[in-house]
């Protein structure tokens, strides 16, 4: 438990900061797998979405921006093979 005022100021900060962190990362996820579950034509609409969102996360610090980048390179590689596999 925090005794000085100090303590008890960072352990706030900290439960402020793990409720953003959440609510960023469960956004980011939900949109993520929309994406990758949607019809080859809803899924390249949904694309600049879901690396908007993903770009959002590595801005704020919940996560890499090198994992940002990757799973963004992921997701538009799999819906150009929707597309392609559509066609």
Do not use: C, F, W, Y
């Amino acid at each position: 438990m925090a005794n000085t005022k100090q303590a008890k100021k960072r352990a706030a900060q900290n439960d402020k900061q793990k409720a953003r962190n959440r609510a960023v990362k469960s956004e980011t996820r939900r949109v993520v797998k929309a994406t990758r579950a949607a019809a080859p034509e809803k899924a390249k609409e949904m694309l600049p979405k879901a690396a908007a969102s993903l770009d959002v996360a590595a801005r704020k610090g919940t996560i890499h921006k090198n994992k940002a980048a990757r799973l963004k390179s992921r997701l538009a590689k799999g819906a150009a093979k929707k597309v392609a596999k559509a066609d």
